[in-house]
């Protein structure tokens, strides 16, 4: 089994060119799937057997979001052992779907938007940095990896926009506020020089550490649930939230799904479609509040 696995993961990682945060998802649930096995082999179980193993993931108590993504990975998983010849049919492509419960992403107010990006003290270096931060999660609605990833050369100020790389390292143009670009280039024309001072060869992420690392995907998560607490914001506040906060905002300004889909990144408008019903939930709790009728 570890030897399928690595096989596996190998693929999906130079053939397919999916993202590390994809692949440490698969990854985690072929952990789990290879506890399940109790040491049987992959490559003789039936299709009756992959069931067992999610009415298992079920019987745990597991959201339904996990149990579809931990789905998707045996039918990745197993199409490849085909693939490799392992074996001659996949079981899991009889899998019945799993689909995700339907969740209309938190978000906050604009005036919550405009507590957390005042929160970072601008008298202290790393305050400075951190209010970059905030702001390209908000401006851009950046994914906490995107932004850990995002080179100097992917900020575009005189322009106005900035370059993203999303899942499977695609490249998306975004726009950038005038906010934005004022907080990037005080980053840029001060502390992050100190950042990066002595440090060889020169660090090409946008965002860096006291001592000139790129800041890690769990570091943002921590700065930005800091900051939230700082602003007296909700304790479950975390860079998704912005991301969200985004989307919302440009919906409920009227700004079309097209538009907000590729500034999103997303592969399918449907995802997108999520944020009308944001908006639609503000709307009728408006209505119930100030409607005679309601």
Known sequence: ?????????????????????????????????????????????????????????????????????????????????????HIDRSPADLLAGSHPDFAVPSSLSTDQIDRLLEAPDSRRPEGIRDRVLLEMLYATGCRASEVANMAVADVHAS????????????????????????????????????????????PRWLLLSSRGNRLSRMRIWEIVRDHAAGAGLPADIHPHTLRHSFATHLVAGGVDLRHVQEMLGHASIATTQRYTHVDAARLRRIHERFHPRS
């Not at 179980?45 to 993931?57: E, P, R, V, W, Y």
């Open 1 to 85: 089994m570890p030897l399928l696995v690595q096989g596996f993961l190998d693929y999906v990682r130079h053939e397919r060119g999916l993202s590390a945060n994809t692949i440490a998802a698969y990854a985690r649930d072929l952990s789990d799937f290879s506890d399940w096995l109790a040491g049987r082999s992959p490559l003789s179980l039936s299709s009756a057997d992959l069931g067992d193993s999610i009415t298992f993931l079920h019987g745990k108590g597991l959201a339904r979001a996990s149990v579809a993504r931990a789905t998707a990975t045996l039918r990745s998983f197993y199409r490849y052992l085909q693939l490799e010849g």
């Open 159 to 202: 322009e106005g926009f900035c370059k993203c790389r999303g899942k499977g390292d695609k490249e998306r143009i975004v726009p950038l506020g005038r906010r934005a670009i004022e907080a990037v280039r005080r980053w840029l024309d001060g502390p992050r020089r100190s950042f990066a001072a002595g440090v060889v060869p020169e």
